[in-house]
């Protein structure tokens, strides 16, 4: 249907394509004037400003012929299908696998050609050029601006003609690859095969529409299935070995429901590595995107998510069911392609090829410890770099204040003035420390914490002059004690999402004033041993790179001399007489976690039963928790994150503290060490020394 109206017009598209202007247009410049901190990274320009000027119907069907690597591919879907199931590798595996189940060779063929078929994009323009018309209404109708790193697009432009190119967006809603595609689509980019769970395959008729855009539908897991596993692998190899398309997939593995960046998973990143290690290509180019809401439209959503309700299914209806959002303003978006990064450069020194020649190509293998080190290192780098390229807005701010507040006062508000105040402090905090802050100095300060109360006015109310968490009920709602609860948590988690996305640059100091306040002395070695015991705990809950300890521990040093707040000789480590409010500040930030470990801790030696398996930890906890916070022992509501609670628990099962046992009648049943736990958890209070919890064994 789309095909056949869009037929009538081919000749007027070829028109165009012989008189196209330059793809990179003078467009306004977003940040003016500059924040003087973003003179280091590039200029932001606004695309939507150009589809607000001009016919969005013209910009779907202009001419549209990106350069790819190799340059202009003409193979089909159908031909990529061919090759695959054509490959020396997959005939290996489709042998091995009839071998070893004893299945008839022709049914285990049918079998991967079913998988593939299922699998794979069938990529249309006229279907692309519907999503370009399409996202620009709902784009200009949402957001006030798409501002965009066209230095980076430059770099892209560039290296996507040299090299097979991996794009690696940040994951914080379903809006990110809509957004990456219409992007590279505006700049007459080649468009992405991108990696998308099977979820979408529930949308019908949205679902094929995004396979004909480019996605490619995977399962969550794959558990043993190595046919499955060799389909896919060859299927996205086989793209980047030919130039067929870019890849796009989310490093994280899903979508971070608290802003925080997820620990990186290594499947598809070991794939894409592979063609470069195996000498099949001479470099793959991987490039970080970092994509920043201001508002996210998923807010509410995520926080009812890490409270246990579960996610609502994919579905066309309730897609139709959110139109809604159309009448809201979700304020701007920045997006900020990084600097490609060589996947030659990363292994130079580090991996050595020769290994991968000692058996053919086609024959799959695990790969080596030092290539897993490798593959995680560069993992846990790109994560990173989408972290520091990553453009906050002054509510993250308003919402690290706001919160700290409320757990400090019951919500009794803060002035408007005082507010303004503490967030003009903490914006020069933010610069000193390095920060891609969006503060538009040219407004004043007022102006803007005024607009960014407006816009985020559903989790916040201004009355008498005074700031507030919007925590209270309607007057004619009739709640439970633990309904209001819960429903006051879903405010407070969707302002901790908002606070998260600045933890990436206050983490490092934040965890060194933390181990001042805990360390039993000012020794620097005494502060050091405590930084490291709360740097290895919280490892599953931020992105702190493995081997880096002694990196972090200098920066941070650095950071809080640097501003002031430290005095620190070779053999001590001293609070400044100005640092008592950056160091309050900084250990403030972190007390939400250290109080939700201490209550995963504490659960585990009081209330965990012989039959708790990780399945059910996270009501368990959950359920024991609100206890807790109805009698009002806790400061933190977000504590009630499953976020939260789940990593708790893997940091526990990494230090031993708590074992998975495997086998009896429910697999995964959790077996603890209350010796240690109790350790663990006074020494997260402060209560116990960091060589006394080390010395219990941690």
């Known amino acids: 249907m789309i095909s056949a109206f869009l037929a009538p017009i081919s000749d007027w598209i070829y028109l165009q394509c012989t008189f196209r202007t330059p793809v990179l247009l003078s467009r306004k410049i977003c940040c003016q004037p500059r924040d003087p901190m973003l003179k280091k990274r590039d200029d932001f320009v606004d695309v939507l400003e150009e589809r607000r000027r001009s016919s969005d119907l013209r910009y779907a069907l202009r001419c549209y012929s990106p350069v790819l690597y190799k340059g202009p591919t003409t193979s089909k879907a159908s031909e990529l299908k061919t090759m695959v199931l054509q490959s020396d590798q997959l005939h290996y595996v489709v042998n091995q696998v009839s071998r070893e189940s004893g299945v008839p060779l022709d049914d285990v063929q049918a079998e991967a050609s079913v998988i ?51 794009l690696l967006p940040s994951h914080r809603s379903y809006m990110d690859f809509l957004l990456m595609s219409y992007l590279m689509y505006t700049y007459d980019l080649p468009l992405p095969a991108i990696a ?48 067929f398309a870019p890849l796009e997939f989310f490093l994280e593995g899903t979508r971070s429901r608290t802003s925080k960046s997820l620990t990186p998973k290594l499947g598809l990143l070991n794939i894409a590595m592979d063609p470069f290690l195996k000498g099949e290509v001479f470099d793959v180019s991987l490039v970080p995107v970092s994509i920043s809401y201001e508002r996210v439209l998923e807010e509410t959503l995520y926080a009812r998510e890490l409270l246990g309700v579960p996610k609502p299914k994919e579905s066309t209806s309730g897609l139709f069911k959110a139109r809604r959002v159309l009448s809201e303003d979700y304020g701007s978006i920045h997006v900020y392609f990084g600097p490609p990064v060589s996947v030659r450069s990363l292994a130079e020194g580090r991996v050595n090829r020769s290994q991968f020649s000692l058996t053919p190509r086609h ?64 914006r020069d ?56 609860l819960l429903s006051q948590a879903v405010v407070v988690l969707s302002c901790a999402s908002y606070r998260n996305q600045v933890l990436h640059v206050f983490l490092r ?37 493995p081997g880096a300890a002694v990196q972090d521990f200098e920066e941070a040093c650095y950071l809080l001399t640097k501003v002031g707040a430290l005095h620190i000789n070779q ?26 470990y201490q209550m995963v801790c504490s659960f585990l030696c009081e209330d965990a039963t012989q039959a708790l398996t990780e399945r059910r930890f996270v009501p368990a906890v959950q359920a024991f928790i609100i206890k807790h916070l109805l009698k009002g022992r806790l400061r933190y509501p977000e504590v ?24 009896g009648e429910e697999s995964g049943t959790l077996k603890v060490n209350r010796i240690m736990l109790n350790s663990l958890e ?17």
Not at 140 to 149: E, G, W, Y
Not at 571 to 596: M, N
Not at 682 to 698: E, I, N, V, Y
């Open 116 to 166: 593939l078929e299922e699998m794979a994009h069938r990529l249309q323009l006229s279907t692309v050029r519907f999503f370009a018309f399409t996202l620009s209404k709902v784009f200009k109708a949402i957001f006030r601006s798409i501002c965009v790193n066209e230095e980076g697009v430059q770099r892209l432009q560039q290296v996507v003609q040299e090299h097979p190119v991996v």
């Open 196 to 243: 998308a769970g099977m979820d979408f395959m529930g949308m019908k008729v949205v679902g094929e529409m995004l396979r004909m855009s480019g996605a490619f539908f995977i399962r969550r897991s794959f558990g043993g299935d190595k046919l499955y596993w060799a389909v896919f692998s060859e299927y996205v190899k086989t793209m980047l070995r030919n130039g």
């Open 363 to 426: 024959i799959p293998r695990r790969p080596s410890e030092d290539v897993h080190s490798f593959v995680n290192d560069a993992a846990y780098r790109l994560v990173r770099a989408q972290e520091e390229n990553m453009v906050l807005k002054p509510w993250v701010l308003l919402a690290s204040l706001l919160l700290q507040n409320q757990a400090a006062g019951q919500n009794r508000g803060v002035p408007l003035d005082e507010l303004i105040q503490q967030a003009v402090w903490l």
């Open 429 to 484: 905090l933010c610069r000193q420390f390095g920060a891609f802050l969006h503060w538009p100095d040219h407004i004043p300060s007022s102006e803007v914490v005024s607009s960014s109360l407006s816009l985020h006015g559903g989790l916040v109310r201004v009355s008498e002059d005074r700031v507030y968490l919007a925590l209270e009920q309607e007057p004619h709602c009739s709640l439970t004690a633990e309904e209001e």
């Open 509 to 545: 100091p934040a965890l060194l004033a933390a181990a001042i306040h805990t360390a039993s002395s000012s020794q620097k070695q005494e502060v050091y041993s405590s930084f490291l015991f709360l740097r290895n705990m919280f490892s599953n809950e931020f992105i702190l790179c």
């Open 571 to 596: 053999h001590k480590v001293l609070t400044a007489e100005r640092g008592h409010r950056t160091l309050a500040f900084l250990t403030s930030i972190l007390d939400p976690f250290l109080q939700g």
């Open 640 to 663: 009630l994150s499953s976020d939260l609670q789940r990593n708790a628990l893997a940091a526990l099962l990494r230090l031993g503290a708590v074992q998975k046992v495997q086998g």
């Open 682 to 698: 006074d020494t997260l209070g402060g209560r116990l020394s960091t060589q006394k919890a080390l010395r219990a064994h941690l």
